[in-house]
């Protein structure tokens, strides 16, 4: 998406500022032609650009002045919803200044970028039954989950309870670094699944993932494993995952010749975890491991399965 930062006579504008709130994992919808007929994710903060070139002449009023820029993956809906045909179900969840629809249902043409409220959101999610959700996660898992981290990451540095080294210590941990693998490193000491004992060489991953942690999560080492690059790929896409005794658990997605291509035995076990990684290892092997299908394979831990978390967007825009 993009915009000029003023109107042409130099005024701000709202729809233009909003840009500028646009946060990572910020759910888009895409009125054109009468009816919402796209769902998008933002996968980065709004920055700097000129007019993109496929603008052609439209906009020329706005001069050569660089605007706000706003990173965008969209999905067409296979079925758009014309607001006007839910006109009375929409009406009384609009915003009340800058709404995007009118109450008539056609849309507002002042309005380029509005803040789309939460119950205007939830009858929206109602009336699209169930495509926003499925469109929302297919293009989460397009970016291999880093928008989410992205949208964890500009949170913590907008929070105003905590000072600036808290704030790189929790954002450090997201990479492995710092605190958090000094605290995991007195834990672990080698890759679980290789043997490798060299650390120059290991990285040092969250079991519970960095994006839902809370601040002590983050930087605790018992919610972490050393592993080999390639381990810790099948771990965190949820290839693969562990039982509190040991077992290793391999994904029915995966497929068996990239665990003989990587030296990878089945079937392995790799020690039993602690009763405090045992903790974020049952998350691990709900929330991440399979969540496509929610299989299993391998040795189960005879703990009950917990609900999946849903995506949750809390600040949905409209282009």
Not at 32 to 39: E, G, M, Y
């Amino acid at each position: 998406m993009w915009s000029p930062k003023k109107n042409q006579n130099g005024a701000r504008n709202v729809s233009y500022d909003n840009m500028i709130q646009v946060m990572p994992g910020d759910v888009v919808f895409s009125f054109a032609d009468a009816a919402i007929r796209a769902v998008g994710v933002a996968i980065g903060r709004a920055r700097e650009a000129p007019k993109p070139p496929e603008f052609g002449s439209a906009g020329d009023q706005w001069g050569s002045d660089p605007g706000w820029q706003v990173p965008v993956r969209f999905k067409e809906l296979s079925d758009p919803l014309r607001p006007k045909d839910h006109k009375s179900q929409l009406a009384p969840v609009l915003p009340a200044r800058h709404s995007p629809i009118r109450a008539s249902g056609d849309g507002n043409q002042g309005v380029y970028l509005a803040a789309v409220p939460e119950p205007m959101v939830d009858k929206l999610t109602e009336l699209f039954a169930g495509q926003v959700a499925q469109i929302v996660e297919s293009i989460i898992q397009t970016t291999g989950g880093s928008v989410v981290d992205d949208a964890a990451e500009e949170r913590i540095l907008q929070r105003t309870d905590i000072g600036p080294t808290v704030k790189r210590t929790l954002v450090n941990a997201r990479q492995g670094q710092g605190v958090f693998r000094v605290n995991l490193e007195q834990i672990e000491r080698k890759c679980r699944v290789t043997g490798l004992l060299d650390r120059r060489h290991l990285r040092a991953t969250h079991i519970k993932p960095w994006c839902v942690c809370d601040d002590l999560e983050k930087l605790d080492g018992f919610n972490g494993l050393l592993l080999s690059p390639h381990v810790d790929h099948l771990f965190d896409r949820g290839y693969v995952s562990f039982s509190d005794f040991g077992d290793l658990l391999v994904s029915k997605e995966l497929n068996h010749a990239v665990l003989e291509s990587w030296g990878i035995a089945l079937p392995q076990n790799v020690g039993p975890f602690s009763q405090q990684q045992c903790r974020y290892l049952a998350y691990h092997r709900v929330h991440v491991f399979e969540k496509s299908n929610g299989g299993r394979r391998g040795q189960s831990t005879g703990a009950p399965e917990e609900p999946e978390a849903a995506v949750n967007p809390k600040n949905p825009r409209r282009p």
